[in-house]
């Protein structure tokens, strides 16, 4: 059965460092997305994005963060100088259809994110 | 705003039934999902129920949803030790972008 996948499974930076979480989404996808959730906290929304570009965003996502799709696999999301704030898991989806009609989302295992 | 609360642990005996609830704030809201995250797994839509529905029943799943008082719940009949979980209640609106507002999710630990 097709599945979202993630890389790394657990990252370790530094404050201040760039750091790129990386996922596979289903290949027949569309949409993906980006959420994360704080240790104890709920999941939050990041960003979707569809069509090479971002199609909504939540406040989190400041100028700190990018999403990328390099390639026809890859989509990652980029942190440029990291916060001790940006330590929790983050997980990837992804869907075939969007804001039209109703979606499920496929999750990803989530990237754990520590910031020292 | 949207905010969507749950409690944060469950304890159940294996065979007995377990109902996690959840409380939303956004009568608008369209579909009500819940989803479960195993350990080490990504969260997986486990049901879901249009707000035009009062219930919904899916083999030893029951989703009961009372619009008046924004309140769902989800019960596991015959509690097994593979459904030691964390559960996520969320919800989305038609018209909006379907993404969905989560709750920070309920650890079901079932013991023998």
């Known amino acids: 059965e097709p599945e979202v996948t993630q890389t790394p499974s657990h990252q370790v930076t530094q404050m201040g460092q760039e750091v790129i979480l990386r996922c596979v989404p289903i290949?027949?996808?569309?949409?993906f997305y980006w959420y994360r959730q704080i240790l104890g906290q709920k999941v939050e929304f990041l960003v979707s994005f569809y069509n090479n570009e971002i199609s909504e965003k939540s406040e989190i996502f400041d100028d700190q963060f990018s999403v990328e799709r390099p390639d026809g696999s890859n989509f990652t999301l980029k942190i440029r100088s990291t916060k001790l704030e940006d330590s929790a898991m983050y997980f990837c989806?992804?869907?075939?259809?969007?804001?039209?009609?109703?979606?499920?989302?496929?999750f990803g295992p989530g990237t754990r994110l520590t910031v020292l | 705003g949207e905010d969507v609360e749950q409690s944060l642990f469950l304890s159940v005996r294996e065979g007995d039934s377990s109902v996690i609830n959840c409380t939303y704030t956004d009568s608008s809201s369209t579909y009500l999902y819940w989803y479960k995250q195993e350990p080490g797994a990504g969260l997986q839509l486990l049901t879901y129920i249009f707000s035009n529905m009062d219930m919904k029943q899916d083999q030893r799943l029951t989703v009961l949803l009372n619009k008046k008082d924004k309140h769902l719940s989800l019960r596991i009949a015959d509690t097994q030790t593979g459904d030691s979980a964390i559960y996520f209640c969320a919800e989305a609106k038609r018209g909006g972008s379907y993404i969905p507002t989560f709750g920070r999710g309920t650890s079901l630990i079932v013991h023998p």
């Open positions: 989806a992804s869907s075939l259809a969007g804001e039209s009609s109703y979606n499920e989302q496929f």
């Open positions: 290949s027949n996808h569309l949409y």
